[in-house]
C-alpha cells in the first residue's frame, strides 16, 4: 500500500491508497494543521498510529522545488529527503513531488465531474498537456508523453518576469518595479492570489479610482485582501468598479500567460487551469474575451484555438496525482 501527501505551508492531507482500489478511492484520509509540527516526520508518526494498514511506499506532492531528492516547503521551515524518508521508516521506496508535478500526474485521469470546459477544441492524441495555477502564488507544469503514459514536468515559470500586453499592464509593471524590491516583477506578483492586491492597489493609486468607504473597512479587517476583492468583483457581496477592474486585469493577464505557457510547450494535448482560483472565477473565465486573449498571439492564433482547456475543480488534484504517481510505479 502506498501513503500518498499534499504538503502545503498551511495543511498538510495524508492518505493511503492500494493498487486495488486505485487513486480515486483512499483507504484513510486525514488532514492536519502543518504549522503546529515541526517535521513532516511528525505528522506521518501521528497518522500511521492511527491507522493498523502497513505501507510499503510514499509520494508527496510539497509547496516548492524539488532538487536531487530534496525539498523545502515554501513557509515552513521543514527540509524534506527521499533517503531520509525511506530509511526513517523503512519503506522500499519514496518520492517527492513538487506540487504542480503532483497536480499535472492527476490531469490524465481526472473524470468528467473534475473538470469545466472552457474551449472543447481538438486535442491531438498523445500531444503535449499544459498545466498552469493560480493560487497563493502562480504555479506552472506541463506532460509529455513518453510512449505509454504521460510523464510530468515541474518548473517555476510563474517566476518568469511578467511581460504586458497592454498600455494598462504597462504601467502596472512600472508601478511594481518601482515598489518591489530588486526591481524584477514576476508573473506570481500579478497572477495570483498574491498578485490580486498588487492590481487593486496599482488602480487605486496610479489610476486614481474610487474605493467606497465599505470595502475600504472590510479590507483592513481582512487577513487576505483577495477573497474580498474577488468576492466583491463576482458580486456575491456588495459590488464596485474598482474590484471589477482588478478581476478583470488579472484575468487578461491569465489569459495571456497561459498563451504563452501553451506556446513554450506546444500544448496541442490541452490546457488545464488548476489552483484555488480558477474555481472561483469560472463566469469570468467564460467572458470570450479570455479565450480572445489567451489565442492573441499573431500567426498561432488558430492553433492555440484548437487547444482544448479545462478548469480543475477537483481541490484534491494535488493528491491525486502524487496516488496515481505513486500507484504506479
Not at 120 to 128: F, I, L
Not at 130 to 139: D, H, K, Q, S
Not at 183 to 200: A, D, K, M, Q, T
Request: negative net charge; proline residues 5%.
Amino acid at each position: 500500500m502506498l501513503l500518498a501527501g499534499d504538503i502545503g505551508g498551511t495543511k498538510t492531507v495524508l492518505a493511503v491508497f492500494s493498487t486495488e482500489a486505485g487513486p480515486h478511492t483512499p483507504l484513510v484520509e486525514a488532514t492536519f494543521p502543518s504549522g503546529r509540527y515541526r517535521q513532516l516526520e511528525a505528522i506521518v508518526r501521528e497518522f500511521l498510529a492511527q491507522h493498523s494498514l502497513q505501507v510499503d511506499r510514499a509520494c508527496f506532492g510539497v509547496a516548492g522545488p524539488v532538487v536531487a531528492g530534496s525539498a523545502q516547503i515554501t513557509n515552513l521551515p521543514w527540509v524534506m529527503d527521499e533517503t531520509s524518508l525511506k530509511q526513517t521508516f523503512g519503506w522500499r521506496s519514496a518520492k517527492l513531488l513538487n506540487d504542480l508535478e503532483s497536480i499535472a500526474y492527476a490531469v490524465p485521469i481526472l473524470e468528467p465531474g473534475d473538470i469545466h470546459t472552457l474551449n472543447a477544441g481538438q486535442a491531438v492524441p498523445h500531444g503535449n498537456i499544459a498545466v498552469i495555477a493560480p493560487g497563493t502564488g502562480l504555479g506552472e507544469a506541463f506532460l509529455t508523453w513518453e510512449g505509454t503514459r504521460y510523464r510530468a514536468h515541474a518548473s517555476e515559470g510563474g517566476h518568469a518576469s511578467f511581460a504586458p500586453a497592454t498600455d494598462l499592464e504597462i504601467g502596472l509593471l512600472i508601478y511594481l518595479h518601482e515598489r518591489l524590491e530588486g526591481g524584477h516583477v514576476s508573473f506570481e506578483r500579478v497572477c495570483s492570489g498574491l498578485g490580486i492586491p498588487n492590481i487593486y492597489k496599482y488602480l487605486k493609486e496610479s489610476r486614481h479610482a474610487e474605493e467606497p468607504a465599505w470595502l475600504a473597512e472590510q479590507l483592513a479587517h481582512a487577513s487576505d485582501a483577495t477573497p474580498v476583492i474577488v468576492n466583491s468583483a463576482l458580486g456575491k457581496t456588495e459590488q464596485c468598479d474598482l474590484t471589477v477592474a482588478t478581476l478583470t486585469t488579472f484575468v487578461g493577464i491569465l489569459a495571456g500567460e497561459t498563451g504563452n505557457l501553451a506556446l513554450k510547450v506546444l500544448a496541442t494535448g490541452g490546457v488545464y487551469l488548476g489552483g484555488g482560483i480558477p474555481p472561483r472565477i469560472i463566469p469570468s473565465l467564460e467572458d470570450p474575451e479570455f479565450l480572445e486573449i489567451f489565442r492573441d498571439k499573431g500567426r498561432f492564433h488558430g492553433m492555440l484555438a484548437n487547444m482544448p482547456m479545462h478548469v480543475i475543480l477537483n481541490h484534491k488534484a494535488a493528491l491525486l496525482g502524487a496516488a496515481a504517481y505513486g500507484l504506479s510505479r
